[in-house]
């Protein structure tokens, strides 16, 4: 009689270096970084990531992060869908300039947008005269943010629409909708978890962002300076078991947003299913 096989073969030599590089790359790192925080007492730990200083680095760095992840969401939504539903001249540079980011080092683009939006760049010169602070500014940060992020929300939600079957809308607007309501009750729900997909990568990519940042943001404390920036004016002083404390809130805080996203995920794709 033969023996059935209950999984592929070589499946467990596959889920030994699988987690064995997992937890070489990403486990251990964070238990160093816990073990060098809690090495700090109760009191020397809350004198770390709780001061007026850190709070305001939490809120710029959350807050900026949120912003451009909403952005990233709609701008995202548009450009995936001119990409996918219309040919044009230059189409084909355009997706590929979707990646540019990827590839790019991001100091690079921080230097490029501080050298554009200050008073005397390209673009600077014509904002700064009407009030518009694109450099040195939390704007300046919700702009890198953006940049960077966009290519995660595009490449999730062009594959999605690239599968809906158009014959749906057709028949949605042979039953009366309007482009409105077809949009609405028919492209938009699929798409409901590439867009929450998108927006928990982008979301979680800008939370770490630094090499962008910095160039642009001025770092003023109080004002335009982000938590990565504040980590490592921490190393700068030689105070480890500071900057890994700021690290681990943020590291918590992050996982935290990460699991409620993911749980909303399921929750939309529970509800498409059940309907």
């Not at 499946?11 to 937890?23: E, I, M, R």
């Not at 009191?43 to 760095?61: I, M, N």
């Not at 404390?245 to 996203?261: E, K, N, R, T």
């Amino acid at each position: 009689m033969a023996v059935r096989r209950r999984v592929l073969p070589g499946f467990s030599l596959s889920l030994g270096y699988t987690v064995f590089y997992l937890s070489v790359l990403v486990l251990l790192p964070i238990v160093a970084c816990f073990s060098k925080a809690f090495s700090l007492s109760f009191e020397g730990f809350r004198a770390a990531v709780w001061t007026e200083r850190t709070r305001a680095a939490y809120a710029l760095t959350f807050g900026t992060s949120l912003v451009a992840a909403v952005v990233n969401v709609l701008l995202g939504l548009l450009i995936a869908w001119v990409l996918v539903r219309y040919r044009f001249p230059g189409r084909r540079l355009m997706d590929s300039l979707i990646d540019l980011p990827l590839a790019l080092p991001t100091a690079v683009a921080g230097l490029v947008y501080a050298s554009l939006y200050v008073k005397k760049g390209w673009l600077g010169r014509h904002l700064v005269p009407l009030g518009i602070q694109a450099a040195y500014s939390r704007l300046a940060i919700v702009l890198v943010l953006v940049f960077i992020g966009l290519p995660f929300v595009v490449r999730t939600v062009q594959p999605v629409l690239e599968d809906l079957d158009p014959e749906v809308e057709e028949a949605a607007a042979s039953l009366g909708a309007s482009r409105g309501q077809a949009f609405r009750r028919v492209i938009l729900p699929p798409l409901y978890p590439a867009l929450v997909t998108g927006f928990a990568l982008a979301f979680a990519r800008s939370l770490g962002e630094y090499g962008s940042v910095v160039f642009v943001s001025g770092n003023m404390p109080f004002k335009t300076e982000i938590a990565p920036v504040l980590i490592v004016a921490r190393l700068e002083e030689y105070a480890y078991g500071e900057a890994t404390a700021i690290a681990v809130v943020l590291l918590v805080i992050s996982f935290a947003m990460l699991v409620l996203i993911n749980l909303l995920e399921r929750w939309t794709k529970g509800g498409e299913a059940n309907a």
